[in-house]
């Protein structure tokens, strides 16, 4: 059984940062390609960064680009997400999912498996 355990998020002012970090287990993790989502309220679930499996190829979206830092520690089976420079507009559930290539996986639906979510307030 696949499992996604989120943790690391919580209260932060503007400017400031943070580091998530999503807990797996139930598959082989150095093969799986990994990635955060995040969900405000009122909008649909977005795309924030995705890493490779293997290769670890790297792939942001444009509004975290510079700020946000997607890495993995594939002996602790741990994926991370160090954001940086926190906005208002980041506030938002954050989910890591799990899928399987060598290339990042930026849609929603091609992931196998979600985490329940982390949440991630950014405060003026």
């Known amino acids: 059984q696949v499992q996604l355990v989120e943790s690391g998020g919580g209260l932060v002012q503007a400017g400031g940062s943070l580091r998530l970090s999503c807990a797996t287990s139930?598959?082989?993790?150095?093969?799986?390609?990994m990635g955060w989502f995040r969900q405000a309220p009122g909008k649909e679930r977005e795309f924030v960064a995705a890493?490779?499996?293997?290769?670890?190829?790297?792939s942001y979206a444009d509004s975290v680009k510079g700020r946000f830092t997607i890495s993995r520690d594939n002996a602790k089976n741990t994926l991370y997400l160090q954001m940086d420079r926190l906005r208002l507009e980041d506030t938002a559930v954050y989910y890591c999912?799990?899928?399987?290539?060598?290339?990042?996986?930026?849609?929603?639906?091609?992931?196998?498996?979600w985490g329940q979510g982390t949440q991630v307030t950014v405060s003026s």
């Open positions: 890493i490779s499996a293997i290769v670890d190829t790297r």
């Open positions: 139930g598959r082989t993790f150095r093969l799986a390609a």
């Open positions: 999912a799990t899928g399987s290539g060598v290339v990042p996986i930026t849609r929603a639906p091609d992931y196998d498996y």
